[in-house]
């Protein structure tokens, strides 16, 4: 079992940055592959960026070079930097832990980009 919370969110004008977090309640963190995803309205969930265990990395292509996401195994916790931030990436931002078959969703943070 893993109980996730994202935090971070909020309102940032374009060109800014916000750093999310997700803090995830297992003893097992570091088996876990950690993703974010994000929901606009209207559209379909799609991924953000997702690490790997062996911190392996991998983005979605409209943030490829913004966006950085990392782990802390110590902390259950893993990041996402965001950089360069543009009204298109206004979404609802989740966190999603997976091993074997399980996966495991937070309940999201809202990230607003607006002037």
């Known amino acids: 079992q893993m109980q996730i919370e994202e935090s971070g969110g909020g309102l940032v004008q374009p060109g800014g940055s916000l750093k999310l977090s997700c803090a995830a309640s297992?003893?097992?963190?570091?088996?876990?592959?950690m993703g974010w995803y994000r929901q606009a309205p209207g559209k379909q969930r799609e991924l953000v960026a997702r690490?790997?265990?062996?911190?392996?990395?991998n983005y979605g292509d409209s943030v490829k070079g913004r966006f950085t996401i990392s782990r802390d195994n110590v902390k259950n916790t893993v990041y996402l930097q965001m950089n360069s931030l543009k009204p298109e990436d206004t979404a609802v931002y989740y966190c999603?832990?997976?091993?074997?078959?399980?996966?495991?969703w937070g309940r999201g943070t809202q990230v607003t980009v607006s002037s």
């Open positions: 999603k832990g997976t091993y074997a078959l399980a996966e495991y």
């Open positions: 297992t003893i097992s963190f570091s088996f876990y592959t």
């Open positions: 690490i790997t265990p062996g911190r392996m990395t």
